[in-house]
């Protein structure tokens, strides 16, 4: 079984995850790959990123896991200080699967079984207990939680506030507790997001003010793949992105999904290669921009209409709607945010308000960008606000 703890919501999978996320079932868990190649970008970067460090893994099944086993693995290479992972007890979960214990926990002496459903668990990794001269998995040391692990316990904030680096894969259903908990100890982080959650008007504004960004896989297919978690296996069989292996163990792809973090790598400071307004609307690839006089612009901002990053006019120096997805190829250098569309006018950058005289649609259009199209109003998509830097 691997670890992690994280709900997704996306069309891909709409039915199955809306559900899931209703249910609270944030039972997604990660790979040690994923966790592995991510870690490497920022370590290729800098490779003192993690040393003498305390990194704190909360949302956790730490006998389980592979963030902890990741983690523990490399102590000495990584040269941590400290590692600590807490577990959340499994009554306490919304989402219910009969639990068993590990062999990890039962064959130790402290194992109480009442307190092993009741309460979390916490690991530390700080020194060798074994005698062999090296410090790894082997030398975790676990102890019950006094409660039952939720991050937001007073118990678990402790550890935050001991700790220099937090990562994780967050409950979906609790990201926006998650993030600004985070964000209340100023710490540095490395988590799992969906593409939606950077349109919350918790979010958002720290994508804006550059104070969280995407990691280096976001949004991405590797391998023609999206992301992969491990679904428990109650998790209903339904949907194009749901697999099975050899083993009997299900797996769920899910697009738009990807790491979010305030750790620096070089990744987010490469320009997007762009073409001229003249040339995309002479040879874009796109026939929504190929061969128009111009580009649309908005009926209620003051910007221009791009809907494809690879469409954005290197030249244009006025604001410019695009999509959320251009989010992963961001370099600060190059653009700078000025907004977002979903949220009305608290930007400052609507030029028209709609009433109720001109569409029984008005409130939504209030909410979005809009063009007007062969004299009808079309919203679009949530649409990123963002000006060429000079």
């Known amino acids: 079984m691997l670890l992690g703890s994280f709900l997704f919501l996306i069309t ?20 040690w790959g994923d966790i592995e190649s991510e870690v490497a970008a920022y370590l290729e970067y800098n490779p003192d ?17 592979n963030f902890t086993k990741f983690f523990a693995q490399n102590f000495e290479t990584f040269g941590l200080k400290k590692l600590i992972s807490t577990s959340y007890a499994p009554e306490s979960k919304k989402f219910k699967e009969p639990y068993i214990p590990s062999l990890f926990e039962t064959e130790a002496p402290q194992y109480n079984p009442d307190k092993s459903k009741t309460n979390g668990k916490i690991f530390v990794l700080e020194r ?14 676990y102890s019950y939680l006094d409660g039952d692990g939720d991050f937001r316990s007073a118990e ?24 600004a908990w985070l964000m209340e100890a100023d710490k540095k982080f490395l988590i799992i997001g969906n593409i939606n959650a950077i ?10 003010h550059n104070k969280m960004w995407t990691g280096c896989r976001f949004n991405r297919r590797v391998g023609g793949k ?6 428990p296996d109650s998790y209903p ?9 050899d083993k009997g163990t299900k797996f769920i792809s899910v697009a738009g999904t990807g790491w979010l973090t305030n750790i620096e790598h070089g990744h987010r400071h490469q320009p997007i290669p762009l073409m001229s307004m003249a040339d995309n609307l002479k040879f874009s690839k796109h026939k929504e921009i190929r061969g128009k006089a111009a580009y649309d612009r908005y009926d209620n901002y003051d910007a221009i209409e791009v809907p494809f990053t690879d469409a954005i006019p290197s030249d244009y120096t006025g604001v410019m709607g695009v999509p959320i997805s251009f989010i992963d190829k ?3 250098e190059q653009f700078e945010i000025v907004g977002i569309t979903e949220r009305g006018n608290e930007f400052g950058l609507r030029t028209k308000v709609y009433t109720k005289s001109d569409s029984p649609k008005y409130s939504d259009w209030n909410c979005r960008a809009t063009l007007l199209i062969d004299d009808k109003i079309q919203s679009v998509y949530a649409r990123i606000l963002i000006r060429k830097k000079a």
């Open 199 to 208: 349109t919350y008007k918790e979010i958002f504004p720290l994508i804006m």
């Open 128 to 141: 060798d207990i074994t005698g062999d001269g090296t410090i790894n998995y082997q030398d975790l040391e």
């Open 49 to 65: 990123v993690f040393r003498g460090k305390t990194i704190l893994l909360p949302c956790d099944d730490p006998e389980w896991s």
């Open 330 to 332: 961001y370099c600060p």
């Open 156 to 179: 678990v904030t402790k550890l935050r506030d001991e700790a220099d680096i937090i990562i994780t894969n967050p409950p979906f259903s609790l990201f926006r507790e998650f993030v």
């Open 237 to 245: 069989m339904t949907g194009t992105e749901l697999y099975v292996d």
């Open 226 to 231: 999206n992301m992969t978690f491990q679904v």
């Open 12 to 31: 891909m999978a709409n039915d199955n995850l809306g559900a899931a996320k209703k249910g609270k079932n944030d039972e997604f868990y990660t790979q």
